[in-house]
């Protein structure tokens, strides 16, 4: 009793305003502070470090008679202790600490869908009907041995879900934090469960403290139980800790700071050269990073489509220009900021990754991956170059949208066969209450259902159920595929389709489909594997009877296929499937470096055409930067000196530092250091960049609006005579609308002034110049990027084709007679054969015989 006594005096001193507000807010939870605790008596700060569970019980009996002003069952209300002292890192916990209440910091990186858990179960007898309430412990179901009433003593009970005792339950994974590791180390995770109101308030991608007692159980072994014992965190408490830009904390003094650096009228010059200041020059590429940082202004439209306001970067260039130390630098400068490689990407990817496993018991697991560790950051993403396919796909969103045209007509196992838009939203409208909101999608959960497919490992043929159906919205396009056996698709342009290519099965998107390929197959009558070829392919618009508002799809696990009409069909597989996307979002900058698809730049072919990725994702970014190492005495001899410098500096600083008594000055190593030492400290920068996000919105002045309607149909009409190529499309003046957006807010200014439109017409037409331009014409052709081809090229294209047309008879064209034809009309021998080759490739000329082309007929 004496202790309880203790522990009103803490709350009466401490918490009595507190627990009202508690009340009146509607919380289920007292947080307390392990300072206040430690300030009242540093003993019992101790004792709750050691015996956790008796102090917490105290507390709460003690809240439990708390009296307040106001109705309250304070006997329910849960103690949550924050700032914990007893802070440990992942890989430092031990033996001693089981039963100890800690601290550990730590990024999100799995959790499971929140889960009513039992605690307190009620069973009906069946025979007497007697009433039986038993405590639930641990994760399994415990059950009555036999009746309680002394003249029944049946074991037949059932379970009374609506009298028990439910609470919310979530497991969540946190990992080491990045700052947190040494050299090469790999971050150390834990386990932590979580309930009530603790349930369903962290993201994948949340740096936060997770406090409460740690927990040892041992693990399952195959036939007994083992003597090695696996750890996790009962979580008590969990402060979120990494805020993004907007929510970071301003006091007084650093308002005072921002507001003095907002009237420097050279106070964009200060920003860009205190990104990365030890790396030499790249003036343009750090003067479009610092417009990153600040972001435009992200806009929701009255019908619901969103307007992004992060800006994009690309840098492409030869090794050894540190591309990958400025990616670095800039993630340090934001809150949220993530670095990761493309071709060590963990098995989250660059977004997510959903899967039912053990960590999850069962309930669907969401891992994030990069792009959503840094949601409202920057996702700094090296060798970009080298991603895989799926994470290519998922930086341009293509994911919701691999799915079937209405019409398509699927098979079940039974034979029956239905049109699967009619399908599904039957479907649907029969179970609404297991539909969940993905991305531009809706997913419903198909267990239960007993909608049964042929599947397939490509060894034998089995059925499966469907894991999930879902539908999409549609895209603009669909693409039509016509295989030997009669059969066709109406598949969305990035549908991945089964082919065969030496020998062995793959997929490629259904856009790229080349007329002529083999593809696998399934003779339901011979009950046998067969190579179909592939007749036909046609791109067609969402228009006309076509028209669709959704696309679908049927989702079979583990296989991710089925059989319909003898054809073996790609589903889904998009993170969308567990239905607990809606609550992750990808609302990042991303900041990409990539090198040359042969190592380096070749000055003689065009820069777009040796970026090693698709048109589809080169034309995401808003600004591409080549850089070149291109060797020059002045340039190079400037480089070496501030190289020389950064590292004398550090010698100096080192020698400082590690010998006492060393004759360096203070003074000498602060003179040095004035080279790499940036105008604004990144600490007060971050909150610069963090106050102009949270309350400068700019608008576009009368000028600046003009001035840019000026230069995009100024560009636009070069194209108006038919000949000329595309300089530039709307997608470049949105760029420069967020850029504008972005340079205003960099000065503080609620006004996009001219100036603002200047300084990034300036850095849009430098990277365009670089980027965009045919080497064969001189001119702007925005194709260069979008598509990978420039119009110069498409007209060669076109001539060839017509020349083929011309000279073709029953056995074709002779290719002499072609090249020497298109030499006639300009186009060099040399680069008339590089056409050809790449329409045999392409599917649209064959080679009936040796030295003669022909063209493919289109039906």
């Given amino acids: 009793m004496i202790e309880i006594t203790h522990w009103d005096e803490f709350l009466r001193r401490y918490y009595d305003k507190r627990i009202s507000e508690a009340v009146l807010s509607g919380k289920k939870s007292l947080e307390i502070s392990y300072r206040d605790i430690f300030k ?87 025979k007497c009907g007697e009433k039986i309430k038993i405590e639930q412990i641990g994760s399994k179901l415990i059950t009555p041995q036999k009746c309680s009433n002394e003249f029944c003593n049946s074991t037949k009970f059932r379970l009374l879900s609506e009298e028990s005792r439910f609470v919310d339950s979530q497991r969540i994974r946190i990992q080491e934090s990045p700052e947190d590791l040494k050299g090469g180390e790999q971050p150390q995770m834990i386990d932590v469960t979580l309930e009530d109101d603790l349930s369903g308030i962290v993201a994948p991608g949340d ?157 669907w697991t969401l891992e994030a991956g990069a792009l959503v560790l840094a949601d409202k950051g920057i996702a700094a993403v090296d060798e970009i170059d080298k991603m895989s396919p799926e994470d290519r796909s998922a930086l341009h969103e293509a994911m919701e949208q691999q799915s079937y045209h209405p019409s398509f007509e699927i098979v079940l196992a039974d034979g029956t066969k239905r049109k699967i838009g009619e399908l599904v939203d039957e479907l649907f409208e029969r179970f609404p209450e297991r539909i969940a909101e993905g991305v531009n999608c809706e997913i419903l959960r198909a267990d239960g259902l007993d909608l049964e497919l042929l599947s397939t490992d490509f060894k034998e043929v089995f059925r499966l159920r469907a894991d999930r159906i879902s539908r999409h919205v549609a895209p603009e396009s669909f693409v039509r595929i016509r295989y030997s056996n009669g059969a066709e698709i109406l598949v969305t342009p990035e549908h991945p389709v089964f082919v065969i290519e030496d020998g062995n099965i793959s997929t490629v998107e259904a856009k790229d489909v080349k007329k002529g390929t083999t593809a696998p197959g399934f003779d339901e009558l011979k009950e046998e594997f067969t190579e179909l070829r592939i007749e036909n392919v046609e791109i067609l618009p969402n228009d006309g009877e076509l028209r669709a508002e959704w696309v679908y799809d049927v989702t079979v696990e583990p296989t991710h296929n089925f059989i319909s009409h003898g054809l073996v069909l790609h589903n889904t597989v998009s993170v969308a499937k567990a239905g607990i996307t809606a609550t992750l979002k990808t609302r990042c900058s991303l900041l990409a470096a990539a090198n040359p698809k042969s190592g380096r730049f070749d000055p003689h072919e065009m820069i777009a055409t040796q970026i090693n990725m698709p048109p589809t994702l080169l034309s995401r970014f808003d600004l591409i930067f080549p850089m070149m190492d291109t060797p020059s005495k002045e340039l190079d001899e400037r480089i070496a000196r501030h190289i020389l410098s950064v590292h004398y500096a550090g010698e100096l600083d080192a020698i400082k530092r590690n010998f006492v008594g060393s004759r360096i000055r203070e003074k000498d190593v602060e003179e040095a250091m004035r080279i790499i030492q940036p105008p604004i400290e990144p600490s007060l920068l971050r909150k610069y960049i963090a106050y102009a996000r949270r309350t400068i919105f700019p608008v576009l002045s009368e000028e600046a609006r003009k001035r840019l309607e000026e230069y995009y149909v100024g560009l636009r009409r070069q194209a108006e005579s038919g000949d000329a190529p595309i300089p530039i499309t709307a997608r470049q003046l949105e760029a420069l609308i967020r850029l504008s957006e972005a340079s205003a807010r960099m000065r503080m200014s609620e006004v996009v002034e001219i100036e603002d439109v200047e300084r990034v017409i300036r850095i849009m037409e430098g990277c365009l110049r670089k980027v965009g331009i045919d080497p064969e014409t001189g001119r702007m052709d925005i194709d260069t990027i979008t598509t990978g081809t420039t119009k110069s090229q498409r007209d060669r294209i076109k001539t060839i084709i017509e020349i083929i047309k011309e000279l073709e008879g029953e056995g074709g064209a002779r290719e002499s007679d072609v090249l020497e034809r298109a030499e006639e009309l300009g186009i060099p021998k040399h680069r008339a054969a590089e056409i050809i080759s790449n329409l045999i490739r392409n599917g649209e000329i064959t080679t009936p015989r040796y030295g003669y082309l022909k063209l493919v007929t289109r039906y």
């Fill in 40 to 126: 009242f008596d540093s003993d019992s700060a101790k004792r709750l470090i050691d015996e956790p569970e008796d102090v917490l019980r105290e507390i709460k009996e003690a809240l439990s008679r708390y009296v307040i002003p106001v109705d309250a069952e304070l006997q329910k209300f849960h103690i949550r202790i924050t700032e914990v002292d007893n802070k440990k890192l992942i890989r430092d916990i031990r033996s001693e600490d089981i039963g100890k209440f800690i601290a550990v910091e730590g990024l999100v990186r799995k959790v499971t869908e929140v889960r009513p858990r039992l605690v307190e179960a009620s069973f009906l007898c069946e």
């Fill in 207 to 363: 740096k936060i403290v997770v406090n409460g007692i740690l927990r040892a159980y041992p693990r399952e072994g195959r036939q007994a139980k083992s003597n090695v014992f696996d750890i996790y965190i009962e979580g008590n408490s969990i402060e979120i800790k990494e805020q993004e830009f907007e929510d970071l904390e301003i006091t007084r003094e650093d308002y005072e700071k921002i507001m003095e650096l907002a009237k420097d009228p050279d106070i964009c010059e200060r920003i860009i050269n205190s990104i990365a200041p030890s790396i030499y020059g790249y003036r343009e590429i750090k003067e479009a990073i610092a417009l990153q940082l600040f972001s435009g202004v992200p806009k929701i439209l009255p019908d619901g489509s969103r307007i992004r306001g992060d800006i994009h970067i690309l840098l492409v260039g030869d090794p050894g220009i540190a591309k990958s130390q400025l990616l670095r630098y800039v993630v340090q400068l934001a809150p949220r900021g993530i670095y990761t490689s493309g071709k060590s990407s963990t098995s989250a990817g660059l977004t997510a990754t959903a899967v039912r496993d053990e960590f999850g018991e069962g309930r």
